[in-house]
């Protein structure tokens, strides 16, 4: 059965195991930014609650906008690492949780 992302404008169709693949390699992408700031001196900041979100933190998260864009999953995305969130009227979202690059 087709999979289609949710509030996607332009509908694509992949199989579950295709599009599990794809997902994979957004994290991936997430992840190798995440890995270029390994072992360096990373500046973190605080976020208006008080938590720390760092360089990585946020390379990682758009790292993984960016695959997710090229991927066609044109969906509102919620993220810790963004002040951006899909409007009231939104019935589905994608929730991005990427890895922790302050500590």
């Known amino acids: 059965m087709p999979i289609r992302p949710p509030h996607s404008l332009k509908p694509f169709d992949l199989s579950r195991d295709e599009l599990a693949q794809r997902l994979f390699q957004a994290a991936r992408s997430g992840a190798q930014a995440l890995m270029r700031h ?7 900041t605080l976020k208006a609650d008080g938590s720390p979100v760092s360089e990585a933190d946020h390379a990682a998260d758009a790292a993984v906008r960016e695959a997710l864009a090229r991927l066609g999953l044109d969906a509102p995305l919620v993220s810790e690492e963004s002040d951006e969130a899909p409007g009231a009227d939104c019935e589905s979202f994608l929730m991005l949780d990427p890895l922790d690059g302050t500590k």
Request: charged share 30%; net charge neutral; glycine share 28%.
């Open 38 to 44: 390994w072992g360096g001196d990373v500046r973190s």
